[in-house]
């Protein structure tokens, strides 16, 4: 109903809101109109090893076809994004989302338990890529009797994440607990949401948003995995009062992430905790692992990095070196 407003063949601008195979959504910002896009036929994205050469976030010209659909010709260049290896043994790359604002790494402590090290690999991608992040810790409702143990380490971690700088929302998707707070610290920004299946990325977006009803997925009992509901990325456009149109992106659950085109030496300027200090090494090529006058793990013995941070920093630094960059 919205394709009268447009001249067939005229060249648009638009944001890529979905992406299924072949086939592109893309959202017109000024009239809310959706087109089914494809790609132009001999279209390659400048020698990427990508497997998606359009995702979602990204800003596309196109051409309005005949039958209402439109031919993407060119990507308009992405001020950031977030790349994973495609598989394991793959030296593809998948593009999950481009042109962030903020990504929200979502993470529990049970049902089913998400490692520091999954929360660190995103975080360092975040830093690399130049996409601002922060940690939602989900399912607070399930934490029980402090004398369970689970509020103790939600304490710590949420210690550790905010001495590294970074916001930590403390959350329940089911009962709305800290929901109101994370919806106003990302108000009016394009917002990606990621962690591993079963964390309630889903079930937090529809707190988030009531009435947006996207499908909840169940942690199996016996795995303590989540099941994938998600299938394909995809971005929500909501209005948020006075902060104006709010893009949510949801994403299929990640088993594990596997970074892309990092070099060992410069890891540590990643971790922004570590960053702080690098300048007071005593080598300027300080590796941070058994260096004299380290000016990195004299502040773990300090107690002003936290030791769990940096045994996942000596980790990441040994499968990048070794070639295995998936955890």
Known sequence: MYLCIFKIHERMIGLVIRTTGS?????????????????????????????????VGDEVEYVLQED??????????????????????????HVIASNIDRLCVVATLGFPRTSTGFIDRLLVTAE???????????????????EDGLWELHDELKA???????????????????????????????????????????????????????????????SMKGKHTTTFAEIFPIEMGAAGV???????????????????????????????VLHDCHFSN???RHEPHCAVRDAVDAGLISAERYNNYLGIYDQIENGNESW
């Open 246 to 276: 709010t893009y949510l992106i949801d994403t299929p659950g990640i088993k594990e992430f596997g970074m892309v085109d990092f070099k060992p030496e410069e890891l540590s300027h990643f971790f922004p905790e570590m960053r702080r």
């Open 68 to 93: 209402g659909t439109g031919v993407i010709n060119e990507v308009r260049d992405r001020r950031n994004y977030i790349v994973r290896k495609a598989t394991k043994l793959s030296k593809q790359t």
């Open 128 to 146: 690399a890529y130049h996409v601002p992040a922060c940690v939602v810790l989900n399912k607070v409702d399930l934490y029980g009797e402090p």
């Open 23 to 55: 086939w592109y959504k893309v959202l017109q910002r000024e009239s809310g109109a959706v087109i089914d896009c494809r790609l132009r036929g001999n279209y390659r994205l400048r020698g990427n090893k990508q497997t998606n050469p359009v995702a």
């Open 160 to 222: 550790i994440y905010e001495g590294a700088g970074y916001e930590v929302f403390a959350v329940s998707a089911l009962q709305g607990d800290g929901v109101e707070e994370l919806r106003q610290a990302i108000a009016g920004q394009t917002v990606l949401f990621t962690g591993h299946s079963g964390v309630g990325k889903s079930a937090l977006l529809n707190a988030l948003v009531p009435g947006l009803d996207l499908r909840v997925g169940e942690v199996s009992e016996w």
């Open 286 to 288: 300080c590796t941070h």
